[in-house]
């Protein structure tokens, strides 16, 4: 059984760094794009990156310039990274794996933005 | 964003249809639709991907279908578990995702 779960740091502080991890179990790392997803307080859906097991990569043209998607192997982890961070990055965010469409996703990880 | 209408709804047993509209750069030029259900708190669900097809485990009653650049969700026989935001997706041609702005599906 394929299990995403996310972690990271509840509360960030504006113009600082959001560092989010996904652990993935229970299915080959390799041979999918793993993507994140976030969904802001009472919004829609906005895809953010994804990567393949190998290191490549794709983003969302709005947030390109502040995101970094990478992935370990190793310990079947993907992380995020979204530099300078304003109240606008307040949301769930969610680890999906994209195979016939986003069909597994972990159970989100809400972050907050504020001082 | 593909366009969704905010809210749709229906009285238990009846059908309905969410459009999801785009442009010839996602929706109209790709078969890789896909819709995902979601209820209060929950993660979403995939139900439909390639515009046509159902995961193991989704009722029947869910269909999807794509006429130029909108896509369609119907949910025919609608029950009160219905009752949730399905949003719809779309892979593009810069080799990222869009979602819509999401549906909110009232069982009256």
């Known amino acids: 059984q394929v299990q995403l779960h996310e972690s990271g740091p509840g509360l960030v502080k504006p113009s600082e760094t959001l560092s989010l991890t996904c652990a993935v179990s229970?299915?080959?790392?390799?041979?999918?794009?793993w993507s994140w997803i976030r969904q802001s307080p009472g919004k829609g859906l906005e895809w953010i990156a994804h990567?393949?097991?190998?290191?490549?990569?794709d983003y969302n043209p709005s947030l390109k310039s502040r995101v970094t998607i990478s992935v370990d192997t190793s310990k079947n982890h993907i992380s995020l990274a979204i530099r300078s961070v304003t109240a606008a990055d307040t949301a769930v965010y969610y680890c999906?794996?994209?195979?016939?469409?986003?069909?597994?996703w972990g159970q989100g990880a809400m972050v907050t933005v504020s001082s | 964003a593909l366009t969704q209408p905010a809210s749709v709804s229906g009285s238990p047993g009846q059908s309905i249809t969410i459009s999801c509209t785009g442009t010839?750069?996602?929706?109209?030029?790709?078969?890789?639709v896909s819709w995902y259900q979601q209820h209060p708190g929950k993660a979403p669900k995939l139900i439909i991907y390639?515009?046509?097809n159902r995961p193991s485990g989704v009722s029947h009653r869910f269909s999807g279908s794509k006429s130029g650049n909108t896509a369609s969700l119907t949910i025919s026989g609608l029950q009160a578990d219905d009752e949730a935001d399905y949003h719809c997706?779309?892979?593009?041609?810069?080799?990222?995702?869009?979602f819509g702005g999401g549906t909110k599906v009232t069982v009256l």
């Open positions: 990567i393949y097991y190998s290191g490549s990569t």
């Open positions: 999906t794996r994209l195979a016939d469409g986003f069909d597994v």
């Open positions: 229970g299915v080959s790392f390799s041979t999918y794009y």
């Open positions: 010839s750069t996602d929706v109209g030029g790709y078969n890789y």
């Open positions: 997706s779309s892979y593009t041609s810069i080799s990222t995702h869009v």
């Open positions: 390639d515009v046509i």
